[in-house]
């Protein structure tokens, strides 16, 4: 092994983790119902995920690449830590079927199915079939799934690149001459350990140990037990690797694989020697064949899973006291309240669902808040990761609100809460967009950083008041939403008219600022990217207001869209108050400062107008006076046409 075999390994390793990265970022994006569903068949009970991973280690003949898999599995957040447990459980059995091939054969497979079967084999159709669907493909999830192939291709060129650089010494007589330098059990285990770790594969450090025992006919079992139990150990390397850069669930996934072997190597070694005191076993000093040492090699994988596979709970919460601060997520918490228990009782299930919903306002709320603040304060890496991670659970809580609405649709409501989970349903998605539109102001922040564009401070000041709009219409509908209130609802649309206002006057002072050459084109694009994405904001949470609103009509024939103009387009006192008053609050300064070329607005002389009082009917009242004002007239006109065709047909 030269310097060349280094550089090589070290190539091997940035390809492992960069595939690794890859496909964890692409499963996010994949991460739906569908995927989710179909894992949860394959591993909702211990003995499914333990078979699981036994049978796809036996296929590609590596538990590192399954246990990485699944370590990818479970830092997108689409697998449990007490599912993939097992499967990690099966995949140290699976590692041991290349050893039983390899007890029929001189010493390696030439088997070419098992040659297809190989990682090495995998990953260049892989990598090819990414490329090609990169190239033809426009659609996004078609590209996603692209990327994880791609990933999934590149991990697995990375650990094959590593295990090419290392190969050499599996040759060198005096390397595999490091098994028959010790005596000494304890250091057998440390051989056998180190050897794996440098390899970074049980099934080449157990081949190894085969082909001198079948060459030199002269390994005993006392010799190779220990040697094969830190084999065992030493695969955890590549496992322990892959979680670098992960988050804490998949990491403590790492560390139950570790657990495992560490704790089987305990056992059987513990137990096999203090027997042997004993009892002086006749086949401690047997010569070992292949065979005998493939035998070996399965047995301990299997009893270890026997003595571990029922404690997988215990387990799980035993690597929480390993890697800490990570309780269980707000996913974990937040979807386990739509339990399908609560099914056969609607009103209940209603309420989870509910309390579900109002933990998404919070999160839009706590990402609006980081959004904007990433764009006045500037870029900050903690704020930016809640905000993905809030991102997933706004994702993951749409998916999973929408599936149990349907479920308790399916139940037999009543009218009431019929209206009652329309409103939940129709809610759901904008509150998933209103997320997304949050992330794509903080992708802004991270583009402007890297491309070193920056906002005039006229332009920041403007954009500071549409902020403080589409702020407040966020805590007022959500608001109105939470509390049912029909008067705070009546605030929205005036806010989102004010928005809607503010949009159109930061883009004419944002074109004249161009002109006058005070603002660059690549800022300016940014700023209508920003604009945009307040304004969209803005609109899904007044016709989140308007789901609300429908609930609470006691009109049978609610029509939303007609519902949304009167709103607009009504001329009641109260509302025309409220859009005088938002006006003066927000639209007045940014008028002034389109006049301006200099930042001077001392903050001494900002004074907010009072918001107006209304004197007369609640606005609650107004509101459910203009719905049946409405329909009056809806009615009216629907007899007058019908009075017109017969006096037609007269």
């Known amino acids: 092994m030269d310097i060349f075999n280094v550089i090589s390994m070290l190539g091997g390793v940035g390809l492992f983790l960069f595939g690794m990265s890859l496909m964890g970022e692409n499963l996010e994006k994949v991460a739906g119902a569908g995927l989710e569903h179909l894992l949860e068949r394959l591993t909702n009970n211990r003995i499914k995920g333990f078979a699981l991973g036994i049978g796809v280690t036996a296929i590609i003949q590596s538990s590192a690449a399954t246990t990485v898999m699944v370590l990818g599995f479970v830092n997108a957040g689409i697998m449990k830590l007490v599912q993939a447990i097992p499967v990690v459980f099966g995949a140290n059995i699976g590692s041991t079927v290349t050893a039983q091939i390899l007890r029929f054969s001189g010493g390696s497979s030439d088997s070419l199915w098992l040659q297809l079967c190989k990682p090495s084999t ?58 028959l330098a010790f005596s000494n059990p304890l250091l057998g285990f440390l051989v056998g350990m180190v050897v794996t770790m440098i390899l970074q594969s049980s099934s080449a450090s157990v081949g190894i140990l085969q082909a001198l025992a079948f060459s030199t006919g002269s390994l005993t079992f006392s010799a190779c ?46 137990v096999m020697y203090t027997l042997q005191a004993i009892f002086h076993f006749p086949f401690w000093d047997h010569v070992m064949t292949k065979g005998n040492i493939a035998d070996t090699h399965l047995l301990f994988n ?61 999160t839009v709320m706590e990402n609006f808040t980081l959004a904007t603040e990433l764009l006045s304060d500037g870029w900050d890496d903690a704020k930016y990761e809640i905000m993905q991670e809030n991102e997933v659970f706004l994702d993951k809580s749409e998916t999973a609100l929408s599936e149990y609405l349907v479920k308790v649709t399916a139940q037999g409501l ?88 503010l949009k159109d006057m930061l883009k004419e002072h944002h074109i004249n600022r161009l002109q006058t050459g005070n603002c660059s084109t690549a800022a300016g694009i940014s700023l209508m990217e920003v604009i945009t994405s307040l304004d969209r904001i803005a609109s899904h949470c007044f016709t989140v207001t308007l789901h609300m ?61 009072e918001e107006p009082k209304s004197s007369g009917k609640k606005k609650s009242e107004l509101v459910k006076e203009n719905m049946k004002e409405n329909m009056k007239k809806k009615k009216e006109k629907a007899e007058e046409a019908k009075k017109k065709m017969v006096k037609h047909k007269k």
């Open 549 to 609: 609103m429908q609930k609470k009509s006691t009109l049978e024939n609610f029509d939303l869209h007609e519902q949304k103009h009167n709103i607009r387009h009504s001329e009641a006192e109260a509302d025309i108050a409220l859009i005088q008053y938002y006006e003066n609050l927000y639209l007045s300064p940014v008028k002034q400062l389109g006049t301006k070329t200099e930042l001077d607005i001392p903050a001494a002389e900002k004074k907010e107008p």
């Open 122 to 179: 995998i990953a260049p159709l892989l990598v090819c079939a990414a490329a090609f669907i990169l190239l033809i493909s426009k659609k996004n999830q078609l590209r996603n799934v692209a990327g994880i192939l791609m990933g999934f291709g590149i991990l697995f060129i990375g650990m094959n690149t590593m295990e090419t650089a290392l190969s050499p010494l599996s040759q060198s007589s005096e390397f595999q001459n490091l098994f």
């Open 414 to 501: 009543s009218h009431e809460q019929s209206r009652f989970a329309n409103e939940l349903l129709n809610s759901v998605s904008d509150f998933e967009r209103m997320g997304d539109y949050c992330i794509k102001i903080a992708k802004v922040v991270i583009f402007n950083q890297e491309q070193n564009i920056s906002f005039s401070r006229i332009g920041l000041t403007e954009l500071d008041y549409m902020i403080r709009a589409v702020k407040q219409t966020l805590e007022e509908g959500l608001k109105a939403f939470r509390t049912e209130d029909l008067a705070v609802a009546t605030k929205i649309e005036p806010l989102c008219q004010t928005v809607d206002a």
């Open 225 to 270: 037990l220990p040697i094969i139990v830190g084999q065992n150990v030493g695969k955890c390397i590549t496992v322990i690797l892959g979680s670098l850069g992960t988050g804490k669930k998949a990491k403590r996934l790492a560390v139950s694989h570790v657990c495992f072997n560490v704790f089987g190597a305990v056992i059987i070694m513990g």
């Open 302 to 362: 299997v009893i270890t899973s026997l003595i571990l596979l029922p404690f997988v709970k215990q387990i799980a919460d035993f690597t929480g006291l390993i890697i800490r601060g990570d309780k269980d997520s707000k996913i974990d918490q937040e979807i386990a309240l739509l339990d399908d228990i609560f099914l056969s009782k609607p009103p209940i299930a209603l309420e989870q669902c509910s309390k579900v919903i109002n933990s998404m306002a919070d």
